[in-house]
Each structure stands twice: as structure tokens, then as C-alpha cells.
């Protein structure tokens, strides 16, 4: 599976964006996936992940994006989308997608660096105000 993001700008504060991950080689609905923020000088922060598979269907966002963050995907299940809104100077940094194998989740993303997740490059967001 590769993963591509894309969508990354220089935003003015207030605006809304709209990332896009594509997935090549499998599809969401048979992942978990999610979307990964880091800024400068800083660790990879989770804002949300999913599952859309049958009987293992949710949506988890954290606290402090709920209001302002969704993640959607294409019908087709092959692009994942993260809409921010009201985009604020806090939100810049690199944007990353990750994905894992269904059956490895236990509830939480394992070691960031494991083999286990897979990652995108990364797509830049820079916020001026």
C-alpha cells in the first residue's frame, strides 16, 4: 500500500482546507486509517483515524480537533480526506496519512515507527494571519 497526500497550502487564518490521501495498492474500507499532524520541532500528533470496515466501523477524533476537523473519504473508498475549518495559525505544520492492517489495531496506533504503519510523505500547511 502507498500512500499519497496532497492539498497543502499557505492558508490565511479562517480559511477552511481540504487534505486528500490516496491510497494505492488497497483501499480504506479495508484499513484503519488516519491523518497525523507534526509541527516544527515536534512529535506526530494524531487528530483522527477510522474504520469503515464491516463490524469494525468508527470514527475516533481527538479532543481538541473535534470541532474543527473531519475525515471523509471517497466513495470509492480510495481517497481519505481531512476537512479543518476555521484554520488557525496552530494548525501549521506537515500533514501526514497513516494506515495499518485491520486486524493488527487494538484500539490505539502502536509505535509510531513500526513497521506495522504505513506513512505518506507529507503535505505542508503554512497559516498566516
Known amino acids: 500500500v502507498q500512500l499519497v497526500e496532497s492539498g497543502g497550502v499557505l492558508a490565511h487564518a479562517g480559511d477552511s482546507l481540504k487534505l486528500s490521501c490516496v491510497a494505492s495498492?488497497?483501499?480504506?474500507?479495508?484499513?484503519?486509517a488516519g491523518w497525523f499532524r507534526q509541527g516544527p520541532g515536534q512529535e506526530r500528533q494524531g487528530i483522527a483515524h477510522m474504520s469503515l470496515g464491516s463490524g469494525h466501523r468508527f470514527l475516533a477524533i481527538s479532543d481538541s480537533a473535534a470541532d474543527r476537523f473531519h475525515v471523509s473519504t471517497n466513495d470509492a473508498h480510495t481517497t481519505m480526506f481531512l476537512h479543518i475549518l476555521d484554520v488557525r495559525p496552530e494548525d501549521a505544520g506537515a500533514y501526514f496519512c497513516a494506515a495499518m492492517d485491520r486486524s493488527l489495531f487494538d484500539g490505539e496506533w502502536p509505535d509510531l515507527s513500526s513497521t506495522s504503519v504505513l506513512w505518506g510523505e507529507g503535505t505542508q500547511v503554512t497559516v498566516s494571519r
Open positions: 495498492g488497497s483501499r480504506f474500507d479495508t484499513l484503519v
